[in-house]
């Protein structure tokens, strides 16, 4: 065979192979032919943003000859630069699951045993309709309360908004930012939000408190923190795993699980003792510096030493190297903050060392950013709802910022303050995501309506009266994105192929619904293409710009107060709060204290649980292209217990927690990169619902096991690093 | 518990490679197995032609100078190629093997040398055709006369045959060990080992088959010449394999120690080899009759040589810990 | 000549598999079967630890056995760029290549033959790099010709330590990894 002859053979291999294997394993899937109607020929490139977590990168979706092909960064995205995480470029995947509710579904048996009627939209709407009217008729509107998490809520909170319901909570504040935001909120008077206004691609030391960035996989977090790494900077990591940012530590302080309380204020108390911290920057902005120098005082590190089990003149040392890097020294606020219940005063221990190194709004620090000024759609004013909120009453936790889901719950199971009757729950799977499955269950028998939005079907449309069936972001339109960040930007998201049944985007429902509910009124736009292009127009842009785009950017103006930023505080003494007179008024510390986490039973291990960087919570699990990548997850054991448990490596063990719910099989691994008190698995795993085919029975769930959970009493975030194991070996 | 741990993870689940190669069955064994019986064949049966052997009795029969072995041959070697066949993956492209030739691929001349083997196989059952196939077709009658009756052809024959069965027996050896990613494979013993045994299993044959009773006194005294020559080979590759890098001896341990080791030492060696030597040594020098039990033994250890040689193979690598 | 390949930077890689997830959506490889893969070594005793993490594929190796062994000529090597390749008209699924690869590169389609990293050459030839380099967040992976010493990989080799995977194979691979 000569060279000509090979090559020629090669480019018909090559569009051989691509169209046989677009036909190969994504798109065999029985029926999942993306197009209806004529096949287009040739490559058709579509920008949006994507939708497999909550960072909403841009993307750039190719379909070929008609059928969804690959999803790509998209190169003008100041989040992503180009380059979309795993999840997001395994996004192709939820266009083809084949788990992927199909219709509309009734309930045809008792809640829970998964038994359904397909029926069409308009009977799911009207049966949803008639039963928020009749709550709204025997308890007000108020007793319907929306869960939902990520921009598709958007259009739903806007119709319960319209109903005349105050109650609307994502369990991304109680479960999980919450605490952080609160700690960061007493302190500068700003939460952190998302995304984090982190400057860790400038930051010359990063400390990590048992953040795991790189299987967190946070875009443009792992992109700048592989910057950072690639131009030096040094990182401290604190974890009582060997996380693969602990790998790249140059410190790495294997510390006792729920002591890093402690660790904090033994830094603060070596940069104040030995004078490192800032002290122009905390002169010129700080309140309190004096009581809080003298509160930080009895914290030095001989005392932190037993605590946390990390040597003094490790955190000495660790200590000047933050001083001698500031104020490019960056203490990450993590993310998911919801640990043991004091975790709002960790938030806070967190951004008062941030405060001593004078990071906060300077370069390598926390910058300000900003956000385009994209007018919203005028509305008409939505009714006053004749009660309040029900998720905090009387302010019990003063200094929730935002709903509180397991309030809302609490209030749904006890009745109190009033009753709480419907649950309209989307992309949230409730069951894996609020701790003690039982109450949660508890709860739902207590309602008279239950309607699951999603795009799967989880555990939580298991328990409903009506599941919904949602299209992919791939399949739809979507409130546009106003991004609040380094650079401006604002983002539309379209559909880039038809969805695969009688699936419907969530403005569609929302809408329907309204109209349904005789609150038509709030839907004033004709097509989602006229609400998109109102509100664009008000910035001076229009739709078909954004449909050619993607996004448009404004310039990026001055974020540090190098640049020009005014350093202003949100606080009650405008200024940084070393000292907290807020929180001593309402019979808190002041200053963050350390309590000593409660030990468990015995010959237990602490379940400790994060993030891989394939999934998304478990939302990902049946995702074909996703599960190839990580099909379950395995619990981490430390090796010397393992072997003194006479267990190896890929042996199936089970989880029994400290109130006897025994988890499903899961794999070991014996490892040493993990203390010996404490186990590790990611989150998201162990499914039981029936319709998740591809995903059922695989691992185990740790939400399973959280059936305790310490309530933050500042903001009533869940702590849930509480619970306790012991291994069982499975026959 | 270990002064310093190590922890290998690999994400890669490839179902051929995972957790170890294992992309070759039954079949490959199954075919090396009887290539090596064929190619004894044409070595012993070779040599009896080029030594002007006949076969004294009026028909076929599995004595050396007979043609009844070669037209086994022809059935040994058909029923390998087939199994080869239904290992392949891309059956229909296998016409793929003639259109060219790769001097570096040891497979590539296999494919040949296979293709070459019939003809030889034929043209010396042609020498002494069986009465069924000279009914079918009267005219070889008188050629094969002619041919049987010239001397030069006969040894011609014999020697092409010799020839091309050490090519057969030695190729498949040296395709294993042309696979440095398989360090068990790894060894310039591996082609003379698979020789030594498909002399052995074919000598075997003939001592139990051929119905000329000094001949198979010669055959068993020959087949216990090629069991020692092979048990002498494994010696030799083990000891290569121990004494040469981790790699290698980490793979010699498969049979010295590791998952393989009890059938290899009890099926290959001691029931494939010792034994029989032993009852072919007593049967030798006319201490107990001979019997099928040793031939059998025999061939069955050839068998399971390929297949503990395949298997072991495929779970030898090169390891990743440095 | 150009003799192209890679140079992987493991301090910049956090293992998050998105190579992996490109390369199976960019050239559709079949369920269960990846191209590349992702490992991690670990050494030491907690909390004295390291980790190693390498995003690993076919090394289009200078000295490729699975060329040598072929039987057909169905793997070889590409007239320019010392890709290597498999046209798999010409393959008849012996899975010889498969057992010569020290790295275990290669698959069997479930078509029935041998299949492998193609260094996304489709890609190439329009002068964008392989799917998986084009995609690394942590942008650690650079792709390019070894042969021109003003190349990137070839100014990165020259300035870091680094290593190839079994070298000792004597495959001559041309992936490397800066340490």
Known sequence: MNNVSRRRFLKITGAGASVAATAGVLGSLPGLRAAKGPVEKGIRTVPTF?????????????????????????????????????????????????????????????????????????????????????????????????????????????????????????PSYAQCRGPRDAGFELTFGEAIGSPERTDIQNARCLVLIGSHLGENMHNTQVQEFADAIGSGATIIVADPRFSIAASKAKHYLPIKPGTDIALLLAWMNVLVGEGLYDKEYVAAHGFGFEAFASEVLPFTPEWAYPETGIEPDVIRETAREMARHRPATLVHPGRHATWYGDDAQRGRAIALLNALLGSWGR????????????????????????????????????????????????????????????????????????????????????????????????????????????????????????????????????????????????????????????????????????????????????????????????????????????????????????????????????????????????????????????????????????????????????????????????????????????????????????????????????????????????????????????????????????????????? | ???????????????????????????????????????????????????????????????????????????????????????????????????????????????????????????????????????????????????????????????????????????????????????????????PLFLASGLSSSAAFAHWASPEPEERRQMAWLDNLFLVIELALIGMLLIGLASSTEAHAEAARLVLGGPFTAVFWIGVVGLGIVLPLVIQSLAVTQRIIHTPIAPILVMLGGLALRFVIVYAGQYSHWPRLS | MARLGMVIDTRRCVGCMDCVVACKTENQTPEGMNRDWITYATRGRYPRLSMTIQSERCNHCDNPPCVSCCPTGASHVHEWGGFVLVTKEECIGCKACLASCPYDARYLHPDGYADKCTFCIHRVEKGQDPACVSVCPTRCMHFGDLDDPESEVSRLLASRKHHAVLPEAGTKPRIFYLE
């Open chain 2, 1 to 191: 518990m270990s002064p310093v741990f190590s922890e290998f993870v690999t994400t890669a689940h490839s179902p051929a490679t995972d957790p170890r190669l294992h992309v070759w069955g039954y079949e490959i064994p199954v075919y090396l197995f009887l290539g090596g019986f064929t190619a004894g064949i044409m070595v012993l049966s070779g040599w009896a032609l080029w030594r002007g052997r006949r076969n004294p009795r009026p028909h076929p029969t599995f004595s050396l100078a007979s043609s009844g072995l070669f037209m086994l041959g022809l059935a040994t070697i058909s029923l390998g190629m087939l199994a080869l066949f239904l290992d392949l993956g891309h059956k229909a492209y296998v016409w793929r093997l003639y259109l060219t030739m790769k001097p570096w691929s040891p497979m590539s001349w296999g494919s040949w040398i296979l293709l070459l083997v019939y003809p030889v196989l034929a043209a010396a059952v042609l020498l002494e055709p069986p009465a069924r196939l000279v009914r079918l077709i009267p005219s070889i009658g008188p050629l094969s006369q002619r041919l049987a009756d010239d001397m030069r052809v006969r040894r011609a024959l014999g020697f092409v045959s010799m020839v091309t069965g050490i090519g057969l027996g030695i190729y498949t050896g040296i395709l294993l060990s042309a696979l440095g990613a398989r360090p068990l494979w790894s060894s310039g013993l591996l082609g």
């Open chain 1, 50 to 170: 994507c939708d497999l977590c909550f960072w909403k990168c841009n993307a750039i979706a190719t379909v070929k000859d008609g059928v969804l092909w690959k999803i790509e960064g998209n190169p003008e995205d100041p989040l992503s630069r180009g380059r979309l995480c795993p999840r997001g470029t395994g996004g192709v995947g939820a266009h083809f699951d084949t788990d992927r509710l199909r219709a509309p579904l009734l309930r045809a048996s008792v809640r829970g045993e998964e038994k359904w009627t397909e029926v069409t939209w308009d009977e799911a709407l009207g049966h949803v309709a008639e039963k928020m009217l009749k709550i709204k008729a025997e308890y007000g509107p108020e007793a319907v309360a929306l869960f939902s998490h990520g921009i598709g809520g958007t259009f739903l909170k806007h119709t319960l908004k319209a109903f005349g319901s105050p109650n609307s909570a994502a």
């Open chain 1, 363 to 731: 370069k390598g620090g926390f910058y300000q950013p900003a956000s385009m000024n994209v007018p919203a759609y005028p509305y008409p004013p939505y009714p006053k709802p004749a009660r309040g909120k029900v998720d905090n009453p009387d302010h019990r936790y003063p200094f929730a910022s935002e709903a509180i889901t397991t309030g809302i719950r609490e209030a749904t199971i006890t009745g109190k303050p009033y009753p709480v009757k419907g649950w309209v729950v989307y992309a949230t799977n409730l069951i894996q995501a609020l701790p003690n499955e039982a109450e949660t269950i508890r709860a739902i028998q207590a309602l008279d309506l239950l309607v699951v939005v999603d795009v799967v079907g989880s555990e939580i449309a298991g328990w409903a009266d009506v599941v919904l069936p949602e299209a992919t972001y791939l399949e739809r339109y979507e409130e546009l994105n106003v991004e609040l960040f380094r650079e401006p930007f604002v983002a539309l998201r379209q559909p880039v192929v038809e969805p695969t049944a009688d699936q419907k985007p969530n403005w569609w429902i929302a809408r329907e619904l309204a109209v349904k509910l005789g609150l038509g009124a709030f839907y004033p736009w004709k097509t989602i293409e006229e609400y998109l292009d109102h509100r664009l127009k008000g910035a001076g842009l229009s739709l078909a710009v954004l449909q050619k785009k993607g996004l448009v950017s404004a310039p990026r103006p001055p974020i540090y107060y190098e640049e020009g930023v005014p350093p202003q505080f949100a606080t009650p003494s405008k200024k940084i709060e070393f000292y907290s007179v807020q929180l001593k008024d309402k019979g808190f510390d002041p200053v963050p204290r350390f309590k000593r986490p409660a030990a468990g039973p015995p010959g237990s291990f602490r379940l400790l649980f994060g993030r891989a960087p394939v999934h998304t919570f478990s939302r990902t699990q049946t995702n074909p292209v996703l599960a190839q990548a990580m099909s379950e997850n395995e619990v981490w054991l430390n090796a010397d217990e393992a072997e003194r448990a006479g267990l190896r490596t890929g042996d199936r063990v089970r989880l029994r927690n400290q109130d006897g719910v025994l988890s499903n099989p899961i794999k070991l691994k014996a490892t040493q990169a993990i203390r010996a008190d404490c186990v590790y698995l990611v989150h998201g795993f162990g499914h039981t619902a029936k319709g998740l085919r591809r995903a059922l029975g695989k691992g185990a769930s740790d939400a399973q096991l959280v059936t305790r959970y310490e309530t933050d009493p500042l903001m009533g975030g869940t702590g849930m690093n509480v619970n306790f194991v012991t291994l069982e070996r499975e026959a």
